[in-house]
């Protein structure tokens, strides 16, 4: 079955630098990958889509990759602020109703 | 701006208990979800709906019921409340795309403990 990993451990980085989340698949390909924020006891909000035939996609501060070899995912959000700080999950988009969400990695920005 | 609106932020129930979660949409969206969400474990689709009265299972059905009588709610039922059932629920909703899924509207949340 498909399996997603997101790295369990928090990232910590300095204001300004830029953050870099990674999420792992295994098995087949979806055929679209989605990024969502969630700050503690709040829902996830959406942030991006990115479709199998899309290797980049970027919006304001935020950017995502694709890479369908190495099945991956990269999330980066450059001159990252303290208001960044928060959980970013990673979902996969397997077609028709079925989307895989990822446990999340929390992320701190320090002033 | 447009809404999920989950009925309760928290509930504490106590075993055996039927426990009704409701979820309100005001945009006019086919799709509805219930996810549950526990640490380490991400979100699990308990049960979904992509019309009034159609429901299917999701990934964890067992213990729990949805009704969809109308197209902005979506009830999640957990017919005997029971401690494993101690979770985050959350609801979500989005358009229909049968060929490419739309990003999901999610709720604010509700924490369940069963005691």
């Known amino acids: 079955s498909q399996k997603i990993e997101q790295n369990s451990e928090a990232l910590n980085i300095q204001e300004g630098k830029t953050a870099t989340l990674t999420c792992n698949y295994t098995?087949?390909?979806?055929?679209?990958l989605q990024w969502y924020r969630q700050d503690p006891g709040r829902g996830p909000v959406f942030l991006l889509l990115?479709?199998?035939?899309?290797k980049e996609k970027r919006k304001e501060r935020l950017k995502v990759t694709f890479d369908t070899t190495l099945k991956q995912s990269l999330f980066h959000i450059t001159a990252s602020q303290p208001a960044d700080s928060a959980t970013y999950l990673c979902a996969l988009g397997m077609g028709g109703f079925k989307t895989i969400f990822g446990a999340g990695t929390r992320l701190f920005v320090k002033a | 701006d447009v809404k999920v609106t989950q009925s309760s932020r928290y509930l504490v129930k106590r075993t055996g208990e039927k426990v009704f979660l409701e979820c309100v949409q005001d945009m006019d969206h086919e799709n509805m979800f219930w996810y549950r969400q526990d640490p380490g474990l991400g979100l699990r689709l308990i049960y979904f709906?992509?019309?009034?009265?159609?429901?299917e299972k999701g990934d964890i059905p067992e213990g729990y019921s949805v009704s969809r009588e109308k197209k902005e709610r979506f009830s999640l039922i957990l017919e005997s409340a029971s401690t494993n059932q101690t979770s985050m629920y959350l609801c979500a909703s989005s358009w229909d795309n049968r060929d490419m899924n739309t990003e999901a509207f999610f709720g604010q949340g509700t924490r369940l403990t069963v005691v």
């Open positions: 098995n087949y390909s979806p055929a679209y």
């Open positions: 709906s992509y019309d009034v009265k159609m429901k």
């Open positions: 990115i479709r199998e035939n899309e």
